[in-house]
């Protein structure tokens, strides 16, 4: 389920306890000298326009160029109620939420279409390396069965590339996959 907030034109997913999971991206400077009611108002401005999420939780999921990226939780029931937060289907609003990851989170024209048509990823079990920039890369949980390395951020798909294509385009295909995950090549 997902809710769409006017304020920020943004949407985020919340679950059946109605628990809002979004994210935020705030500066390090101004993280560091804030204090806790302002950190709470700061992330609810952040994801959603707000002055205030009810039982707000935030865990750091990491840091990129100065900014800090994190996971925020709360109670969205009475934004519900209020009509702050509109429900919404994902499959009525599939285009627009994706959009609005995109361009919340800088993906990638390739990125948000590799998205788009990889919604059902079918995978087993997993490994799983959390990057600093907020995105996973994601392959078999069995080194023996490694055959593709996935690139995830809140669970969309950003790109997934096959062992089999390493064999004929290993060196270009590495250089794909580590600048996907966020790598700045850096010219000598």
């Not at 087993?124 to 959390?130: C, K, L, N, P, Q």
């Not at 078999?140 to 798909?157: D, H, I, K, M």
């Not at 390493?166 to 794909?176: H, I, M, S």
Request: hydrophobic share 40%; charged share 20%.
């Amino acid at each position: 389920m997902y809710a769409y907030f006017p304020k920020s034109n943004t949407y985020w997913a919340y679950d059946e306890n109605l628990q809002l999971q979004a994210i935020a991206y705030v500066e390090l400077d101004e993280l560091r000298s804030c204090s806790v009611s302002d950190i709470n108002a700061l992330l609810a401005e952040s994801c959603c326009g707000l002055q205030s999420i009810p039982s707000l939780r935030y865990e750091v999921l990491g840091t990129d160029n100065g900014r800090c990226l994190c996971m925020v939780t709360g109670d969205i029931s009475d934004l519900l109620d209020e009509g702050t937060a509109q429900s919404c289907s994902f499959e009525i609003s599939r285009n627009e939420i994706l959009m609005s990851f995109a361009r919340l989170l800088g993906w990638s024209d390739a990125q948000t279409a590799h998205a788009a048509d990889n919604l059902l990823a079918e995978v087993g079990d997993e490994s799983i390396v959390v990057l600093s920039n907020g995105k996973c890369l994601r392959m078999p949980a069995t080194p023996s069965a490694v055959e593709y390395v996935r690139l995830t951020q809140l669970q969309f798909e950003l790109g997934r590339w096959y062992a089999s294509d390493f064999r004929t385009t290993g060196p270009e295909l590495l250089f794909q996959v580590l600048t996907a995950a966020g790598a700045s090549p850096n010219l000598i």
